[in-house]
């Protein structure tokens, strides 16, 4: 599986304008129902998953990074918005450090085994030092397809 498989320019937020997690969240949550990756109608109710899941352990990893994500039935396709924080999110991270990037994944209820893909995808690529840091330097939506495009293609 390829990030882009289920990462669309639509759904990257070169510059996220939340400073708060939880805003962040109802930020990437709103860019994939403009993208057309989640009904409208579902849009509180995911947002109110992933703060859920988040409550209960923090999906920020370190290095800067965070991977929110959740399963729900009225998801059909699995989808992930890209967020950049130009000045980092508190994510409660493990490593304690702000949040830079945002991988917020979707992913339908009755499909665990592409969610386990589309996380393994997301994770080897972030644990990438030369990814983390493109993805962090980009300013727009070409930087981050761009980059994403090298790392389906194994060139980063």
């Keep these: 599986m390829k990030l882009q498989d289920f990462i669309t320019a639509e759904t990257i ?3 996220l304008v939340a400073t708060e997690r939880d805003d962040v969240i109802s930020e990437l949550v709103d860019a994939l129902v403009a993208g057309g990756a989640a009904p409208k109608n579902l849009r509180n109710t995911l947002i109110q998953e992933i703060i859920d899941r988040e409550k209960k352990g923090s999906t920020g990893f370190g290095k800067g990074v965070a991977v929110p994500h959740v399963k729900h039935e009225k998801i059909k ?33 009755d499909k665990p085994d592409e969610h386990l893909q589309a996380m393994e995808t997301v994770f080897s690529n972030l644990q990438k030092d030369m990814f983390r840091r493109f993805l962090r ?16 293609s194994q060139q980063l």
């Excluded at 890209?82 to 994944?105: E, H, Q, R, T």
């Excluded at 330097?137 to 389906?152: H, N, P, R, W, Y």
């Design 13 to 15: 937020v070169p510059q």
């Design 77 to 109: 396709k699995i989808a992930a918005a890209v967020g950049i924080s130009p000045s980092g999110v508190d994510f409660n991270a493990l490593d304690k450090n702000p949040v830079y990037s945002v991988v917020l994944l979707l992913s339908p209820k």
């Design 137 to 152: 330097q980009a300013t727009d939506v070409q930087a981050v397809t761009d980059l994403l495009e090298e790392a389906d």
